[in-house]
């Protein structure tokens, strides 16, 4: 039998002795929810798949670490409020631009969360698929870079855009499948020490990278665009990160989902929305604060209009934006795992709506810099905790469609918000669009306090 199997290899592993004191909480019995799922009573092949997870644990935490240092650095370039939206400025010189072109990548992401989890729920290994989807997604930043570098100003930007989008259809599929991978391998203990680590080591190279892409790309206009030169960095360094997941030992759990189609798991998603009111509370909320990420691309746009936004300039607010959101990611990852993501989610959310607030009254550049510290900050604890929580709630198996139902809210006021952002900033101010983006995080936030409980303290969190 494979359980059998999988105790004899346990036997001969170096690891086995002495990795954790993590047992209790994975083993708690699993709800069946339908006739391909396993029986709870049978726990030795569960007691095999919580053996091999903590048995391959120092392996697989080593691997997702380098890998999200790479990766995340990488991305970061593309995700961070700073370059792609000066970039998208610099070609159109529109704000609804701007906006549009934000709002496409994160469209992309909203209509391909859900069908990622239909991609990998029924499979007891994900990882071919997601490196295949991954591949995919770090293609668009390449196509980012070389159409900056090959096609003129009108063309890139109608290529950059659709770029934007393809690059946020695969992201939101990755998002899905790494999360999950992230969950089955490393316990729900380690999860916030991890995600911090590897974010803190991921935004000092970030951090680094992001200045001299300011400094000696974009400044001197390397290769004839320093955008597109940035871009192609982000690219060999996000590449890179991909094949470490290939050392990945990835545990197939004894029991998953029947394959369902598309449409099938469409019609379950109200009855799993109704079966956690908190969970559904929490999908609510990180929407809402996602929608608050509509001032995120005006933030530099606003800082350039202060100060003006030179290839230096560019460097010190990426700088300080990075760091601080790298200094910051081991103070989260700790908090949580000691009290909890809910209370991480809404302590970040406060440092967001104070420095999105102070940013209307700096006007230079080290005023400037300390807010973009602040904004770093907020933003970044609340990416990790919103990510971790969601891995809280409900049964195994659901896991997947979890995240993907998550992940496609969040995308799509993400979308929503950088277009309302554009139209508001065109019409308004960017004072306007600050002032709708700390509206709905309080909402957020209050939503969270009064009706979304701490996940960790039920009997059947695993």
Not at 3 to 30: C, D, H, I, T
Not at 290 to 306: S, V, W
Not at 349 to 366: E, N, P, R
Not at 378 to 405: C, H, K, W, Y
């Amino acid at each position: 039998m494979r359980w059998e199997k999988a105790a004899e290899a346990a036997q001969r592993s170096p690891f086995r002795a002495g990795l954790l004191a993590y047992k209790g909480a994975m083993n708690r019995p699993v709800a069946t929810l339908d006739s391909s799922l396993h029986d709870p009573s049978d726990s030795q092949q569960e007691q095999a798949y919580q053996d091999q997870i903590q048995r391959d644990l120092p392996r697989n935490y080593a691997v997702h670490l380098i890998h999200g240092l790479l990766g995340q650095t990488g991305f970061r370039l593309v995700h961070a409020p700073t370059f792609v939206p000066a970039y998208i400025f610099l070609l159109s010189g529109s704000e609804l631009a701007v906006g549009l072109a934000l709002a496409a990548q994160h469209l992309g992401a909203a209509l391909s969360s859900i069908f990622g989890a239909t991609l990998i729920e029924h499979r007891k290994r994900v990882l071919p698929v997601g490196f295949a989807v991954g591949a995919l997604m770090r293609l668009q930043v390449l196509g980012l870079a070389l159409s900056g570098l090959f096609l003129p100003p009108e063309l890139a930007l109608f290529a950059a855009i659709g770029f934007l989008c393809l690059f946020g259809l695969f992201n939101g599929m990755q998002a899905v499948m790494f999360n999950y991978l992230l969950s089955k391998v490393i316990p729900v203990s380690r999860r916030g020490r991890l995600t911090g680590l590897r974010n803190f080591l991921a935004g000092l190279t970030a951090s680094g990278v992001a200045y001299l892409g300011g400094k000696y790309l974009i400044e001197t206009q390397a290769l004839g665009n320093g955008y597109s030169a940035t871009f192609l960095v982000a690219f060999v360094l996000t590449s890179i990160g991909l094949f470490m997941l290939l050392m990945v030992r990835e545990p197939e759990p004894p029991a998953v989902r029947a394959r369902s189609s598309l449409v099938s798991r469409f019609r379950q998603l109200p009855a799993m929305l109704r079966a956690d009111r908190a969970y559904s509370r929490f999908l609510l909320a990180r929407a809402l604060a996602a929608f608050g990420t509509a001032a995120a691309p005006f933030y530099i746009l606003y800082a350039g209009d202060r100060i003006g936004l030179s290839g230096g300039n560019l460097g010190v607010l990426s700088i300080a934006f990075l760091l601080a959101q790298t200094t910051t990611n081991l103070a989260w990852g700790a908090i949580a795992d000691k009290t909890g993501n809910r209370f991480v989610f809404q302590l970040s959310l406060g440092i967001w709506v104070v420095s999105t607030i102070a940013l209307s009254f700096a006007g230079s550049l080290y005023p400037l810099a300390l807010v973009f510290a602040g904004l770093g900050a907020g933003m970044g604890g609340f990416m990790i905790t919103s990510q971790n929580l969601i891995l809280e709630f409900g049964a195994r198996e659901d896991l997947p469609m979890r995240i993907a139902v998550a992940n496609a809210a969040t995308s799509a006021m993400m979308a929503l918000g950088p277009l309302v952002g554009g139209l508001v900033a065109a019409t308004y101010s960017y004072s306007a669009v600050f002032a709708l983006a700390v509206t709905v995080k309080l909402a957020a936030m209050l939503t969270v306090v009064l009706w979304v409980d701490e996940p960790r303290k039920r009997s059947t969190t695993f």
